[in-house]
């Protein structure tokens, strides 16, 4: 990029450039390392003037300061954008040195720090302040301080110039205010208090006296002499002026003659009028009164055995009358006990009307959903949802859940480099805390535990990449906590953290967020070619991975050097290092995933067809016996795939081969049209492994695969809310769960009805159902009703909930295998009974359309265009059957009366 000469303009509406200190005159920042002055808004300076030149004379930098160019995009990564985040009011933005320093390693040249990288590296401080420069001062958009040192000289001159500036505005608001003030006078309003001061005031009843006060000439102005005497006698002998004499006449001895003095002293003044206030309160008294029980009551009784002597019980135990007693009564009680044991005497009848294995989710016995616990991390998961839940295959309460914030594609890079996309691994044994943090390079949208080897967990990220965590060191800690129970102290442990061991190649790999991965059975492989043999072990090592990029993907743990682990000679399998695949991981095989209509198709989801038991039962000896075995005969090719357009495909993952022996492209060999939405859920049922569940918009529907037909067994629609995701029941053959987006999750027993759900229940409403996973059946077939069976429950509002399963809903009514085998296959009866219907429809001249879920009209299954000329002989076999319904009808009528035999008249109706 060219840095060349800039017209300074503001980033909001284009005004025209401010003219630099240099230009208005202002005195430009000393040399020497001492901060630019700080910017004030009262200063000339700062007001907008007429339109500057192109090319501006720039003011001398300063020490320590250097000015930066900063493009929109690093704006964005800072939260420094212009006339945003700062504007000239507001110009400083203090930014981490580490988020600097990795900015570095993501741009590497790019980033727009790079003209002061040195600095920032040798940088001692830990935030570096940036001041937007929006007159273009120093001549680029921003100026960053590259010393401590000179930050804080910028800082404290704008807290200085701060100051200064609130003290003038106080002095100024002050003087506009006394400027302002203005003494306004008002009429007096006579309100009583002029009677008040009128009674206060003193007047005269009488003419004041006048007196007046002589003295000689003579006397002015002579010396005096000032004494401590009662009186004093001028010098002509007369009684002179009296001084300060006391107002109590002076007491004489009794018998004492008085003086002179003594008569010329005052007269005592007497007091008159004695003011006295009396005010009258009423007499109190402080008592106390302390109520007791009236009557004792002891609060415990303690109660001693009254027992005989030694000599007395020895006595009563050697009498004849109890020896006799004894030996009458012991058979009888004997027999008694042993009756109790053998036959309950007082059973429930109504209990045994109905037997406990014959009743269903239609009776009024407990059906709902009980939650038994609920994770939630307060740290990380707040704001985000559940994308992904997996129950560890062999420790019981334990499972992992994978989180994913709801944001776009823009805020996703945005804060791509502050974002920490995290699994977690839950215990029964700690519902606060997670036992484990698995750190994952993005969001996380699938999870699977490897069925053999539970030490390895796989993930489906976002960006396309399949990711492997490594739980071999932890596993231990998780074995531990499930047999030693909850914590006894309140004190949370430090949970470790683990990194991922190995991430796909992103070249190789998916091009859209991987929805959807699945283990392979163990002791099955598949070939590059598609070929199934059996593994070298009852290991599994291999996995496939969908897309919305229009592939499913197969991947190995074992990468190039699958042919090269074989068993040792012991037969046990070597393991491979998962950390040697680490960005150089390809997958196995791709099938690509097309139509003829479009060339790439969305998926979303794939099932694919577990082995059939007999092989797993025998599985460790034919892998014993012999080796890279063929499965062709025993494990199917085809799978399941959903799409995001609402389409469930049929499909061999086979590629088949051309005539000069290369591959093609993978053929669709059915189409199901059935969701008005994104298909989310595909699974078989456990137990009727041709019955396969999707999920998907606003409905759910029950295929059979070996049924060319493309009608469902089964399907119902919601118009309420739509249909999250699904499962089948681990325990019953009858029984699956559907979630929907209102957080309700309906339980349908086909066994019970197959028209309407079992009963519905509120989990998590009014957050959205994201997955629903049952744990694995750990009853090993004896149908324990003290083993509580889970179903994990992820929301939209980042919870897990742990719900358990009502009785009817886990234990197996008697034979529901055979009773479900029974529906479907009256279910294939119902739909080929009206494709016949419908061809017969078709003989008769007309045929009937039948509208399909996204809007296309279709012949009728079974109407084709040789259907519209039916063989003579099918014709005549229809005429057949009509008349011998004819004849029915007429004998019918003319048995109750509403039809006359032949040749009578006809029976008038009312």
Same mark, same amino acid.
């Given at each position: 990029?060219?840095?060349?000469?800039?017209?300074?303009?503001?980033?909001?509406?284009?005004?025209?450039?401010?003219?630099?200190?240099?230009?208005?005159?202002?005195?430009?920042?000393?040399?020497?390392?001492?901060?630019?002055?700080?910017?004030?808004?009262?200063?000339?300076?700062?007001?907008?003037?007429?339109?500057?030149?192109?090319?501006?004379?720039?003011?001398?930098?300063?020490?320590?300061?250097?000015?930066?160019?900063?493009?929109?995009?690093?704006?964005?990564?800072?939260?420094?954008?212009?006339?945003?985040?700062?504007?000239?009011?507001?110009?400083?933005?203090?930014?981490?040195?580490?988020?600097?320093?990795?900015?570095?390693?993501?741009?590497?040249?790019?980033?727009?720090?790079?003209?002061?990288?040195?600095?920032?590296?040798?940088?001692?401080?830990?935030?570096?302040?940036?001041?937007?420069?929006?007159?273009?001062?120093?001549?680029?958009?921003?100026?960053?301080?590259?010393?401590?040192?000179?930050?804080?000289?910028?800082?404290?001159?704008?807290?200085?110039?701060?100051?200064?500036?609130?003290?003038?505005?106080?002095?100024?608001?002050?003087?506009?205010?006394?400027?302002?003030?203005?003494?306004?006078?008002?009429?007096?309003?006579?309100?009583?208090?002029?009677?008040?001061?009128?009674?206060?005031?003193?007047?005269?009843?009488?003419?004041?006296?006048?007196?007046?006060?002589?003295?000689?000439?003579?006397?002015?102005?002579?010396?005096?002499?000032?004494?401590?005497?009662?009186?004093?006698?001028?010098?002509?002998?007369?009684?002179?002026?009296?001084?300060?004499?006391?107002?109590?006449?002076?007491?004489?001895?009794?018998?004492?003659?008085?003086?002179?003095?003594?008569?010329?002293?005052?007269?005592?003044?007497?007091?008159?009028?004695?003011?006295?206030?009396?005010?009258?309160?009423?007499?109190?008294?402080?008592?106390?009164?302390?109520?007791?029980?009236?009557?004792?009551?002891?609060?415990?009784?303690?109660?001693?055995?009254?027992?005989?002597?030694?000599?007395?019980?020895?006595?009563?135990?050697?009498?004849?009358?109890?020896?006799?007693?004894?030996?009458?009564?012991?058979?009888?009680?004997?027999?008694?006990?042993?009756?109790?044991?053998?036959?309950?005497?007082?059973?429930?009848?109504?209990?045994?009307?109905?037997?406990?294995?014959?009743?269903?989710?239609?009776?009024?016995?407990?059906?709902?959903?009980?939650?038994?616990?609920?994770?939630?991390?307060?740290?990380?998961?707040?704001?985000?949802?559940?994308?992904?839940?997996?129950?560890?295959?062999?420790?019981?309460?334990?499972?992992?859940?994978?989180?994913?914030?709801?944001?776009?594609?823009?805020?996703?890079?945005?804060?791509?480099?502050?974002?920490?996309?995290?699994?977690?691994?839950?215990?029964?044994?700690?519902?606060?805390?997670?036992?484990?943090?698995?750190?994952?390079?993005?969001?996380?949208?699938?999870?699977?535990?490897?069925?053999?080897?539970?030490?390895?967990?796989?993930?489906?990220?976002?960006?396309?990449?399949?990711?492997?965590?490594?739980?071999?060191?932890?596993?231990?800690?998780?074995?531990?906590?499930?047999?030693?129970?909850?914590?006894?102290?309140?004190?949370?442990?430090?949970?470790?953290?683990?990194?991922?061991?190995?991430?796909?190649?992103?070249?190789?790999?998916?091009?859209?967020?991987?929805?959807?991965?699945?283990?392979?059975?163990?002791?099955?492989?598949?070939?590059?070619?598609?070929?199934?043999?059996?593994?070298?072990?009852?290991?599994?090592?291999?996995?496939?991975?969908?897309?919305?990029?229009?592939?499913?993907?197969?991947?190995?743990?074992?990468?190039?050097?699958?042919?090269?682990?074989?068993?040792?000679?012991?037969?046990?399998?070597?393991?491979?290092?998962?950390?040697?695949?680490?960005?150089?991981?390809?997958?196995?095989?791709?099938?690509?995933?097309?139509?003829?209509?479009?060339?790439?198709?969305?998926?979303?989801?794939?099932?694919?067809?577990?082995?059939?038991?007999?092989?797993?039962?025998?599985?460790?000896?034919?892998?014993?016996?012999?080796?890279?075995?063929?499965?062709?005969?025993?494990?199917?090719?085809?799978?399941?795939?959903?799409?995001?357009?609402?389409?469930?495909?049929?499909?061999?993952?086979?590629?088949?081969?051309?005539?000069?022996?290369?591959?093609?492209?993978?053929?669709?060999?059915?189409?199901?049209?059935?969701?008005?939405?994104?298909?989310?859920?595909?699974?078989?049922?456990?137990?009727?492994? &041709? #019955? $396969?569940? *999707?999920?998907?918009?606003? /409905? =759910?529907?029950?295929?059979?695969?070996?049924? %060319?037909?493309?009608?469902? @067994?089964?399907?119902?629609?919601?118009?309420?809310?739509?249909?999250?995701?699904?499962?089948?029941?681990?325990?019953?053959?009858?029984?699956?769960?559907?979630?929907?987006?209102?957080?309700?999750?309906?339980?349908? &027993? #086909? $066994?019970? *009805?197959?028209?309407?759900? /079992? =009963?519905?229940?509120?989990?998590?409403?009014? %957050?959205?159902?994201?997955? @629903?996973?049952?744990?694995?059946?750990?009853?090993?077939?004896?149908?324990?009703?003290?083993?509580?069976?889970?179903?994990?429950?992820?929301?939209?509002?980042?919870?897990?909930?742990?719900?358990?399963?009502?009785?009817?809903?886990?234990?197996?009514?008697?034979?529901?295998?055979?009773?479900?085998?029974?529906?479907?296959?009256?279910?294939?009866?119902?739909?080929?009974?009206?494709?016949?219907?419908?061809?017969?429809?078709?003989?008769?001249?007309?045929?009937?359309?039948?509208?399909?879920?996204?809007?296309?009209?279709?012949?009728?299954?079974?109407?084709?265009?040789?259907?519209?000329?039916?063989?003579?002989?099918?014709?005549?076999?229809?005429?057949?059957?009509?008349?011998?319904?004819?004849?029915?009808?007429?004998?019918?009528?003319?048995?109750?009366?509403?039809?006359?035999?032949?040749?009578?008249?006809?029976?008038?109706?009312?």
């Amino acid at each position: 990029k060219e840095r060349g000469t800039r017209i300074a303009t503001t980033a909001a509406a284009g005004r025209e450039e401010m003219p630099t200190e240099s230009e208005t005159g202002a005195p430009a920042a000393p040399a020497g390392g001492e901060a630019p002055a700080a910017p004030s808004d009262a200063s000339p300076a700062a007001a907008p003037t007429e339109a500057a030149p192109a090319e501006a004379v720039k003011a001398p930098v300063p020490e320590g300061l250097k000015p930066i160019f900063f493009t929109t995009a690093t704006q964005e990564i800072f939260n420094c954008r212009c006339e945003e985040d700062v504007t000239a009011a507001n110009p400083m933005k203090l930014i981490p040195i580490e988020a600097i320093l990795q900015d570095f390693a993501n741009r590497a040249a790019v980033s727009d720090f790079t003209p002061v990288k040195d600095q920032m590296k040798a940088y001692t401080g830990s935030e570096v302040l940036l001041v937007f420069d929006p007159d273009f001062q120093y001549g680029e958009n921003f100026f960053v301080f590259v010393t401590e040192e000179a930050k804080q000289a910028y800082l404290q001159a704008k807290v200085v110039a701060e100051q200064e500036a609130e003290a003038a505005a106080r002095v100024a608001e002050l003087e506009t205010a006394q400027e302002q003030q203005v003494q306004q006078s008002v009429a007096w309003v006579s309100k009583g208090s002029e009677n008040e001061v009128e009674l206060m005031t003193v007047r005269n009843n009488r003419p004041l006296l006048k007196i007046m006060v002589s003295r000689k000439r003579r006397y002015f102005g002579g010396a005096r002499t000032f004494s401590d005497n009662r009186t004093g006698l001028d010098h002509e002998g007369t009684v002179g002026y009296a001084g300060c004499l006391s107002i109590n006449p002076i007491k004489k001895i009794e018998g004492e003659k008085k003086t002179p003095q003594d008569a010329a002293s005052p007269e005592a003044v007497h007091r008159r009028l004695l003011e006295r206030g009396v005010q009258a309160v009423p007499e109190t008294a402080h008592a106390h009164a302390q109520t007791k029980l009236a009557r004792p009551k002891n609060t415990w009784v303690q109660y001693s055995p009254l027992s005989l002597p030694a000599e007395a019980a020895a006595q009563v135990l050697q009498s004849p009358d109890l020896v006799a007693f004894l030996r009458t009564a012991a058979p009888l009680m004997s027999e008694a006990l042993q009756e109790n044991n053998v036959l309950n005497l007082y059973p429930n009848d109504f209990a045994l009307l109905r037997p406990p294995h014959a009743r269903a989710l239609g009776g009024k016995t407990d059906t709902r959903l009980k939650e038994h616990h609920s994770f939630k991390s307060l740290d990380f998961s707040d704001q985000q949802r559940v994308t992904a839940t997996t129950w560890h295959p062999t420790i019981p309460g334990v499972l992992a859940a994978a989180y994913a914030s709801p944001v776009t594609f823009s805020e996703r890079v945005a804060r791509r480099t502050q974002a920490k996309s995290l699994v977690c691994v839950w215990s029964f044994s700690d519902a606060i805390h997670p036992k484990l943090k698995l750190v994952a390079p993005d969001d996380i949208f699938s999870l699977a535990f490897c069925p053999s080897n539970p030490r390895v967990l796989a993930g489906g990220c976002i960006n396309g990449q399949v990711v492997l965590w490594d739980l071999d060191s932890a596993h231990s800690t998780l074995e531990q906590d499930h047999q030693e129970g909850p914590p006894t102290s309140g004190k949370e442990e430090q949970r470790p953290s683990i990194r991922y061991c190995a991430v796909s190649s992103i070249q190789a790999g998916h091009r859209a967020p991987i929805s959807h991965l699945q283990w392979l059975a163990p002791g099955v492989e598949v070939t590059r070619t598609g070929r199934r043999q059996l593994g070298h072990s009852t290991q599994s090592w291999q996995l496939f991975t969908t897309a919305a990029d229009g592939q499913v993907l197969l991947w190995d743990l074992r990468g190039e050097r699958a042919d090269e682990l074989q068993a040792n000679p012991e037969g046990a399998p070597q393991r491979p290092s998962l950390a040697a695949l680490d960005l150089v991981w390809q997958p196995l095989l791709k099938v690509y995933v097309s139509l003829e209509s479009m060339a790439e198709v969305s998926a979303s989801c794939v099932c694919v067809r577990p082995p059939p038991p007999p092989l797993l039962r025998d599985l460790s000896e034919r892998v014993k016996q012999s080796k890279n075995e063929d499965l062709s005969g025993d494990v199917s090719s085809c799978v399941f795939v959903g799409t995001q357009n609402g389409q469930t495909l049929y499909m061999d993952w086979v590629p088949p081969e051309s005539e000069n022996g290369k591959l093609g492209v993978q053929n669709v060999q059915r189409t199901y049209h059935l969701h008005s939405g994104c298909v989310n859920t595909i699974e078989r049922s456990p137990f009727l492994p &041709d #019955l $396969v569940l *999707s999920v998907g918009g606003n /409905s =759910f529907h029950i295929i059979k695969e070996n049924y %060319a037909s493309t009608t469902p @067994l089964l399907q119902r629609y919601s118009t309420t809310a739509s249909f999250t995701c699904g499962a089948w029941s681990v325990s019953r053959a009858g029984v699956f769960f559907i979630g929907r987006s209102d957080g309700c999750v309906d339980v349908w &027993d #086909l $066994v019970d *009805s197959t028209y309407k759900a /079992s =009963f519905t229940q509120s989990v998590c409403s009014p %957050a959205a159902v994201c997955c @629903l996973v049952p744990a694995a059946d750990r009853d090993n077939g004896e149908q324990d009703d003290h083993v509580q069976q889970w179903i994990a429950v992820g929301d939209g509002d980042g919870t897990v909930r742990v719900v358990a399963v009502p009785l009817p809903a886990k234990r197996p009514v008697a034979n529901e295998t055979g009773a479900m085998q029974l529906l479907v296959d009256k279910e294939v009866q119902r739909i080929e009974y009206f494709k016949s219907r419908a061809s017969a429809a078709a003989t008769k001249g007309f045929t009937r359309s039948v509208t399909t879920v996204d809007g296309h009209d279709e012949p009728a299954a079974g109407t084709t265009a040789a259907a519209a000329e039916p063989a003579g002989d099918q014709l005549e076999q229809l005429r057949q059957m009509y008349a011998a319904f004819a004849a029915e009808e007429a004998a019918f009528l003319q048995e109750v009366g509403l039809a006359a035999p032949p040749g009578e008249p006809a029976v008038p109706v009312a």
